[in-house]
């Protein structure tokens, strides 16, 4: 990976302008699981090329790993416009799809949210505590000797 990465670095400051070597980047990131740096080179790749279907199809997904389901959707939205239903009905539906997902991703996640905020149980926690700290599980200090003087 190391020198793979290496070797992208070289060719984008060989081919500053070239989208196609940050999507890869961003791939290589993705692969790893390091949302943020593959979102940061998705994004580059679109700002370079705002017509670049893929990288807008990889940024979302990114988001949508990261638990950005919000940014994702907007993504694959935006990344659905650039597809025609009609020349590329294959790519059409999985962005659809994609699309379909997060939003039922997004109300799941708000559910959630609300559930917590409304279960009885959760709205005490801490309340109780604040006037019983709990046991340090660290000994005290040592007693300071008074017949020992310090330098």
């Known amino acids: 990976m190391t020198f793979a990465l290496d070797a992208y670095g070289k060719a984008i400051q060989l081919d500053p302008m070239n989208p196609a070597l940050r999507l890869a980047v961003g791939e290589i990131y993705y692969s790893i699981k390091n949302y943020d740096l593959a979102i940061r080179f998705f994004t580059d790749a679109v700002n370079l090329k705002p017509d670049y279907t893929n990288a807008y199809y990889d940024l979302a997904i990114a988001y949508r790993e990261?638990?950005?389901f919000n940014d994702a959707q907007l993504i694959a939205q935006q990344s659905l416009t650039l597809i025609s239903k009609t020349t590329d009905p294959k790519d059409y539906k999985i962005v659809s799809d994609?699309?379909?997902?997060l939003k039922a991703r997004i109300v799941s996640q708000q559910n959630a949210s609300e559930t917590g905020l409304k279960n009885k149980s959760l709205s005490n926690v801490?309340?109780?505590s604040l006037n019983n700290p709990p046991q340090i599980s660290t000994p005290s200090a040592v007693k300071k000797n008074p017949q020992v003087k310090l330098p």
């Open 98 to 101: 994609l699309i379909t997902d």
């Open 126 to 128: 801490g309340v109780s």
């Open 66 to 68: 990261k638990g950005d």
